[in-house]
């Protein structure tokens, strides 16, 4: 099993243009999630899914929107890129189960410049 | 609302040396705690976790942390530590709100071990 998978690695955008980043997880989990990682500030979430169809917003949603299309996929956009959205982001999935943990990808490097 | 303080933002040790990376969080419910590893430029792992039942809780690779509920503390701990330890720790908490499906975090102490 891959697990969760982030797609792109890295990426540099300039102010105003958009983007999609994929999150893909091949563990049939019913939830998933969406971070950011900025220094000295942990990990805030910024969208979440409890399944196929389903978003949910979580602590700092201003400036995304997601897409749950397929159980497997998440997917978190940019409309309108802005340098305070320059971060590392993070995906993760959990099962349906409330004590089980969230299991994390590999995180997407951001910069908008 | 919830919260997470971790008291330190980072922690120089040598090696061998003993460590602990301290982890206070605010709720009146129960609770479900974790802790999280993130080595360099990787995601976050899950290095243990407290459910319930004993408050001492393990890792494969030497932690423990230890659920102190009169204190709302989840320290971490390691009696001898080694260059490989080196990364950042993340405290996390879920809580009843949203069915414990959802983490709230620590902002991360980044725990640097000397040879």
């Known amino acids: 099993n891959a697990g969760v998978t982030q797609t792109p690695k890295f990426r540099v955008l300039k102010t105003g243009q958009s983007m999609t980043l994929l999150c893909a997880q091949d563990?049939?989990?019913?939830?998933m999630y969406w971070y950011r990682q900025d220094p000295g500030m942990g990990l805030r979430l910024i969208h979440y899914s409890v399944g196929e169809g389903t978003t949910a917003k979580g602590e700092v949603p201003d400036g995304y929107n997601v897409s749950r299309l397929k159980k497997q996929n998440f997917l978190l956009g940019l409309e309108s890129a802005a340098p305070s959205q320059t971060s590392v982001y993070f995906c993760a999935s959990k099962e349906a189960v409330s004590y089980n943990e969230q299991f994390f990808g590999p995180g997407t490097r951001l910069t908008v410049l | 609302a919830q919260s997470v303080t971790q008291l330190d933002s980072q922690v120089p040790v040598f090696e061998e040396a003993p460590v602990e990376l301290r982890c206070n969080y605010s709720s009146s419910v129960s609770v479900y705690l974790f802790w999280y590893v993130q080595y360099p430029n990787q995601g976050l792992q899950l290095l243990l976790k407290y459910l319930s039942g004993s408050t001492l809780v393990e890792s494969i690779n030497g932690f423990e942390a230890e659920f102190n509920k009169s204190q709302t503390s989840f320290h971490l701990r390691k009696p001898s530590v080694h260059i490989s330890d080196t990364a950042e720790y993340f405290c996390a908490v879920s809580t009843p709100s949203g069915g414990y499906n959802k983490l709230i975090f620590g902002a991360g102490t980044r725990l640097a071990v000397h040879p």
């Open positions: 563990m049939n989990h019913e939830y």
